[in-house]
């Protein structure tokens, strides 16, 4: 059973929060450290090879959420994961101080990864026992609005400050020798990602601290006897065994891979892809231009494709919906291939290829996330289920990352795109044919 919860607040006081901070070691993990490294002079194929590697926990996260079931609340893992995770983000940016700091980064970012993919699993567990199925899918939007507010507060504000920091710490190189403006570059590029790095560990505490006041808590039954190892080792195969007993469990598991299969080739050249010199068919960004791309342009698009989204699929329901949302969902890659074959100089114009990004991602991602909720998810292990089909949706995004650099290598990056759009077409396919267990209720249909 459930557990009761308290839930006497409104979600919108707790869930624009519980997912900011869902967001934020996702995306600084996934794509600033990729930034962050490539100023700091580590070569092409250690960063892509490392920052898809630490994303692994959130692929594996379905191995340990039944023991957050058992053990403690969902509520305790969620404030435990997010001060403990503002903490070692902290010690990272000491590291970055240290002679073999590359190796001590990757080591402290992947307990980070444990951490947020632990996360990730109790607050999409509170999020669903809290809420019922019509509230789900109206705040579903908020919820995927500050996931990515998150994204765009990191990609977007933090790079941009990053820019500006590193600018201020070089100083004029002008006059020195080429070793000398490189030292002075990489010295100004360790002290401005130093304070990047605290100040995503001061906002991760402090949302560690709101969140222990405001995220609804659970009343556990403190009589009862807390199960043992071999108990708990029993329960996660019962998980397993009641997931692949559902309803078309295979299909779904293809629909969650493919669905974000061509994002997955995208996510890590992105960044490369904007920060490339032109001769390289890149867009040659500095890191406060791709900021401002993201923190101003992106920000507003996003947020309004998120929320549009919520109340879209609440009014027609997800089955309905859930082709559209994939036609959406796949409108940035169409953008990319556009600024990589015409490779505007504009700002305005690359401006308006990422507001074509984000709308489009946040349109459609949300029907993803819905569809895991309301068709995989119900059950007696609800949670773990949910966790088990987000982790096959970041693996599904991991692979094609860890290969997207040899791709874009082998392409270029105008055929690379090309390349990228032929990839959604199993996305297309698989949505809509798509069979749904749980077909949706409508409100006409139950008052009759």
């Given amino acids: 059973m459930e557990p009761n919860i308290q839930n006497r607040r409104s979600p919108i006081s707790w869930v624009p929060t519980l997912y900011f901070a869902m967001g934020m070691p996702f995306v600084v993990l996934n794509m600033v450290c990729t930034l962050m490294f490539k100023?700091?002079?580590?070569?092409?194929?250690?960063?892509?090879?490392?920052?898809?590697?630490?994303?692994?926990?959130?692929?594996?996260?379905?191995?340990w959420s039944p023991l957050l079931e058992i053990y403690k609340t969902k509520k305790f893992f969620v404030i435990f994961t997010q001060i403990a995770t503002g903490c070692i983000f902290g010690l990272v940016a000491l590291a970055l101080h240290l002679p073999n700091f590359f190796a001590v980064c990757i080591a402290l970012l992947a307990i980070i990864a444990f951490?947020?993919?632990?996360?990730?699993?109790?607050?999409d567990g509170v999020y669903m026992a809290s809420l019922s199925k019509d509230d789900q899918a109206r705040y579903i939007g908020w919820q995927g609005a500050f996931y990515n507010i998150a994204k765009i507060a990191a990609t977007g504000g933090l790079v941009y400050l990053a820019g500006m920091l590193i600018e201020a710490y070089t100083g004029d190189v002008t006059g020195l020798s080429a070793a000398a403006a490189a030292a002075a570059k990489h010295n100004g590029s360790v002290m401005a990602w130093t304070i990047i790095m605290a100040v995503i560990g001061g906002i991760m505490v402090l949302l560690g601290l709101y969140n222990a006041k405001f995220v609804p808590s659970e009343v556990n039954n403190d009589a009862e006897e807390r199960p043992g190892f071999k108990e708990t080792m029993v329960e996660l195969?019962?998980?397993?065994?009641?997931?692949?007993r559902k309803r078309h469990i295979l299909y779904y598991i293809f629909f969650i891979i493919l669905y974000r299969f061509a994002e997955g080739f995208v996510m890590k050249?992105?960044?490369?892809?904007?920060?490339?010199?032109?001769?390289?068919?890149?867009?040659?960004?500095?890191?406060?231009?791709?900021?401002?791309c993201y923190g101003t342009f992106g920000a507003a698009a996003f947020v309004i494709g998120s929320i549009l989204a919520g109340y879209y699929v609440a009014h027609r329901g997800l089955q309905k919906s859930l082709f559209s949302l994939c036609c959406v969902f796949n409108?940035?890659?169409?953008?990319?291939?556009?600024?990589?074959v015409y490779q505007p100089e504009s700002l305005v114009l690359i401006g308006?290829?990422?507001?074509?990004?984000?709308?489009?991602?946040?349109?459609?991602?949300?029907?993803?996330?819905?569809?895991?909720?309301?068709?995989?998810a119900p059950g007696k292990h609800q949670?773990?289920?949910?966790?088990?089909?987000?982790?096959?949706?970041n693996l599904g995004v991991?692979?094609?990352?860890?290969?997207?650099?040899?791709?874009?290598?082998?392409?270029?990056?105008?055929?690379?795109?090309?390349f990228v759009l032929f990839c959604t077409i199993p996305a297309f396919l698989i949505t809509w044919f798509v069979p749904f267990t749980y077909p949706d209720k409508k409100k006409e249909e139950i008052n009759n």
């Fill in 39 to 63: 100023g700091l002079d580590v070569s092409d194929a250690q960063i892509a090879f490392w920052t898809s590697i630490i994303m692994f926990p959130w692929t594996l996260k379905p191995l």
């Fill in 269 to 292: 050249i992105v960044p490369l892809f904007l920060k490339a010199d032109r001769a390289d068919q890149g867009l040659g960004l500095s890191e406060k231009e791709i900021g401002l």
């Fill in 331 to 340: 409108l940035p890659f169409v953008a990319y291939t556009l600024l990589a």
């Fill in 115 to 123: 951490s947020g993919a632990t996360h990730d699993v109790a607050a």
């Fill in 383 to 393: 949670m773990a289920h949910y966790a088990f089909a987000s982790g096959i949706m």
């Fill in 398 to 418: 991991m692979l094609p990352g860890m290969l997207s650099g040899y791709v874009s290598d082998w392409l270029g990056y105008r055929h690379f795109f090309i």
């Fill in 237 to 244: 195969g019962n998980v397993f065994v009641d997931l692949f």
């Fill in 352 to 376: 308006g290829g990422i507001v074509l990004e984000y709308f489009g991602y946040g349109f459609g991602f949300v029907g993803l996330t819905l569809f895991m909720m309301q068709q995989i």
